[in-house]
């Protein structure tokens, strides 16, 4: 995939009504993104997947919806008003703020572009005889710059890791890195800076009143534990699950729905035993491997990122990276979180938050293992891997969007052949019965090759078309999406037919 595939995703994005700007007739606002009339329809449904594949389909767990507002001790408890911070770096000729971490990983990026140039370069030149593995392991130009970027990881590692500022800007300076807009190096010193939002509670402004926008909809998992452990009576171990909006300061937010200041996450903490968590946290891992998987996620496109410097809370951690257009990036985290967070809360609140086990007559606070996934992420994941161009036989092309069927925005549209003689009334008919068993549309716009084509666009697994033959034989021509096959099928079975290929039930 690349950036001219990215470029697509955005402009496919907003032309077939996925996903628009916010507050576009302002001109926007950055990093924030509005879902269109198919883009929510598609979230929808990823988090219905979710829910039933998390929720439903585990007897010990259960879902809850928390307030996105918090008492601020929640986030004192947590480390986030000590600990949620980015490094900083501002540019002093163009007064931009950057992340000093992006400055770095950009830099890294080039040298990476600099290698694939040079592959690309060495494939042409050797046509069939190339070898790409033998030439990284001897081209001298290769090898130098593999040499300087592992280096530069290295330092830049050792910086982070021991939260060293200054070596992180010494490192920027002696990288010679530019500002992207002033093209100067004149850089201030590397800042921390909280990510929370920050407002007032009622109209008086003042410290005692401060709250935050949640920056994880974990900590409403948290604070409830108890309460859902003592009213749903669960035994350990069990899990509480949750979708809901978070909230980041994100200085550097881009990359389209990949980085944003208000997104959403779906997110499911289970309690377990201490002394457990390492079974639990590679039972995890692999469950949710296989949900990414079930979806039709191409094998190489997904991969464990396991984290060497673990978050304060942490004794394992790792991402589940999926194959962007601008390369492998998280859209999952799985943590193991130890006791910490029920401790602080325990601690702060003065109240005992316990698990009793009455087989062993013994109480203890439960360890947690969380699973954290992106839902715009996901969205993103799934526009990118399913929007292809296809050159079809007679040497036209086509876009189509292979979302996995039941997924799908609409799982069927309807056209009638011509919008006369009894057709739209037929097919009108036929919407109105479907729309019962699954999302449909009914569209009469345009010639039935565009209106195919239209509905590739749009991912939609079925079009159904009503012709002259119909309102004879009270059949319909049924066109699947991918392998474009036609078939006709009797109208009486048509909500059968569709619910059996669309069912999310056929992706457990
Ligand atoms: N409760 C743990 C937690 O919040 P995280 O790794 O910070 O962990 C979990 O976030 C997931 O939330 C990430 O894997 C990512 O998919 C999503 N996410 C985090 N920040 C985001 C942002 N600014 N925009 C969109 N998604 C984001």
Redesign the pocket.
């Given at each position: 995939m690349t950036e001219e595939h990215f470029k697509k995703i955005i402009s496919h994005s907003k032309e077939f009504g996925f996903i628009f700007p916010s507050s576009e007739i302002y001109d926007g606002l950055s990093?924030t993104y509005d879902y269109g009339q198919n883009g929510v329809e598609l979230k929808n449904n990823i988090k219905k997947f979710w829910w039933r594949s998390m929720v439903q389909m585990h007897e010990n767990i259960v879902g809850i919806d928390a307030a996105i507002f918090m008492h601020p001790n929640t986030w004192k408890a947590s480390g986030h008003i000590d600990a949620f911070n980015d490094p900083l770096i501002d540019n002093k000729d163009s007064k931009k703020r950057y992340r000093a971490d992006i400055l770095i990983e950009d830099y890294i990026l080039k040298i990476e572009g600099k290698i694939e140039k040079e592959i690309k370069k060495a494939k042409k030149r050797f046509g069939k005889d190339f070898n790409e593995k033998t030439f990284r392991e001897t081209n001298p130009n290769v090898l130098r710059r593999e040499r300087d970027k592992n280096d530069i990881k290295i330092k830049m590692d050792k910086a982070f890791n021991s939260e060293d500022l200054s070596a992180i800007y010494d490192l920027i300076i002696e990288l010679e890195i530019t500002c992207p807009v002033s093209g100067s190096k004149n850089w201030t010193n590397v800042r921390q800076f909280n990510l929370m939002f920050k407002t007032d509670l009622g109209s008086v402004s003042g410290e005692s009143t401060s709250i935050f926008l949640r920056?994880?909809?974990?900590q409403g998992i948290f604070v409830n534990y108890l309460n859902v452990q003592k009213t749903g009576r669960k035994k350990i171990p069990f899990g509480i699950a949750q979708i809901g909006k978070?909230f980041?300061n994100?200085i550097i937010?881009r990359q389209f729905?990949?980085?944003?200041?208000e997104?959403?996450?779906m997110?499911m903490q289970f309690f377990i035993k201490p002394g457990t968590q390492q079974k639990w946290y590679e039972h995890w891992k692999e469950t949710r491997m296989k949900w990414h998987k079930s979806l039709g996620i191409p094998e190489d496109y997904l991969r464990f990122h396991d984290h060497v410097k673990l978050a304060h809370y942490a004794d394992a951690a790792c991402?589940?990276e999926f194959k962007f257009p601008f390369g492998f990036k998280?859209?999952?985290?799985i943590?193991s979180r130890t006791n910490f967070d029920l401790k602080q809360h325990e601690e702060l609140s003065k109240k005992k938050i316990r698990y009793f086990d009455p087989e062993k007559n013994e109480s203890y606070i439960p360890y947690v293992v969380?699973t954290?996934?992106?839902?715009?992420?996901?969205f993103l994941a799934l526009i990118s891997y399913s929007l292809k161009e296809e050159t079809l036989e007679d040497g036209t092309s086509r876009t189509v969007l292979a979302l996995p069927f039941s997924l799908a925005p609409n799982k069927a549209a309807v056209l009638p052949l011509v919008k006369k003689d009894g057709l739209s009334e037929k097919a009108k008919e036929i919407f109105n019965n479907l729309k019962s068993i699954c999302n449909c549309a009914y569209d009469e716009k345009d010639s039935i090759g565009k209106r195919y084509r239209r509905n590739d666009a749009l991912g939609t697994p079925f079009c159904i078309t009503v012709d002259y033959e119909s309102i004879e034989d009270n059949s319909v021509t049924v066109r699947e999406r991918d392998s474009m096959n036609q078939e006709r099928i009797k109208i009486s079975e048509l909500s059968n037919f569709i619910d059996s290929k669309v069912n999310m039930n056929l992706l457990f």
């Amino acid at each position: 995939m690349t950036e001219e595939h990215f470029k697509k995703i955005i402009s496919h994005s907003k032309e077939f009504g996925f996903i628009f700007p916010s507050s576009e007739i302002y001109d926007g606002l950055s990093a924030t993104y509005d879902y269109g009339q198919n883009g929510v329809e598609l979230k929808n449904n990823i988090k219905k997947f979710w829910w039933r594949s998390m929720v439903q389909m585990h007897e010990n767990i259960v879902g809850i919806d928390a307030a996105i507002f918090m008492h601020p001790n929640t986030w004192k408890a947590s480390g986030h008003i000590d600990a949620f911070n980015d490094p900083l770096i501002d540019n002093k000729d163009s007064k931009k703020r950057y992340r000093a971490d992006i400055l770095i990983e950009d830099y890294i990026l080039k040298i990476e572009g600099k290698i694939e140039k040079e592959i690309k370069k060495a494939k042409k030149r050797f046509g069939k005889d190339f070898n790409e593995k033998t030439f990284r392991e001897t081209n001298p130009n290769v090898l130098r710059r593999e040499r300087d970027k592992n280096d530069i990881k290295i330092k830049m590692d050792k910086a982070f890791n021991s939260e060293d500022l200054s070596a992180i800007y010494d490192l920027i300076i002696e990288l010679e890195i530019t500002c992207p807009v002033s093209g100067s190096k004149n850089w201030t010193n590397v800042r921390q800076f909280n990510l929370m939002f920050k407002t007032d509670l009622g109209s008086v402004s003042g410290e005692s009143t401060s709250i935050f926008l949640r920056p994880e909809t974990a900590q409403g998992i948290f604070v409830n534990y108890l309460n859902v452990q003592k009213t749903g009576r669960k035994k350990i171990p069990f899990g509480i699950a949750q979708i809901g909006k978070a909230f980041r300061n994100e200085i550097i937010a881009r990359q389209f729905i990949f980085r944003m200041r208000e997104f959403e996450q779906m997110e499911m903490q289970f309690f377990i035993k201490p002394g457990t968590q390492q079974k639990w946290y590679e039972h995890w891992k692999e469950t949710r491997m296989k949900w990414h998987k079930s979806l039709g996620i191409p094998e190489d496109y997904l991969r464990f990122h396991d984290h060497v410097k673990l978050a304060h809370y942490a004794d394992a951690a790792c991402d589940i990276e999926f194959k962007f257009p601008f390369g492998f990036k998280e859209i999952e985290g799985i943590h193991s979180r130890t006791n910490f967070d029920l401790k602080q809360h325990e601690e702060l609140s003065k109240k005992k938050i316990r698990y009793f086990d009455p087989e062993k007559n013994e109480s203890y606070i439960p360890y947690v293992v969380e699973t954290s996934i992106g839902l715009d992420r996901m969205f993103l994941a799934l526009i990118s891997y399913s929007l292809k161009e296809e050159t079809l036989e007679d040497g036209t092309s086509r876009t189509v969007l292979a979302l996995p069927f039941s997924l799908a925005p609409n799982k069927a549209a309807v056209l009638p052949l011509v919008k006369k003689d009894g057709l739209s009334e037929k097919a009108k008919e036929i919407f109105n019965n479907l729309k019962s068993i699954c999302n449909c549309a009914y569209d009469e716009k345009d010639s039935i090759g565009k209106r195919y084509r239209r509905n590739d666009a749009l991912g939609t697994p079925f079009c159904i078309t009503v012709d002259y033959e119909s309102i004879e034989d009270n059949s319909v021509t049924v066109r699947e999406r991918d392998s474009m096959n036609q078939e006709r099928i009797k109208i009486s079975e048509l909500s059968n037919f569709i619910d059996s290929k669309v069912n999310m039930n056929l992706l457990f």
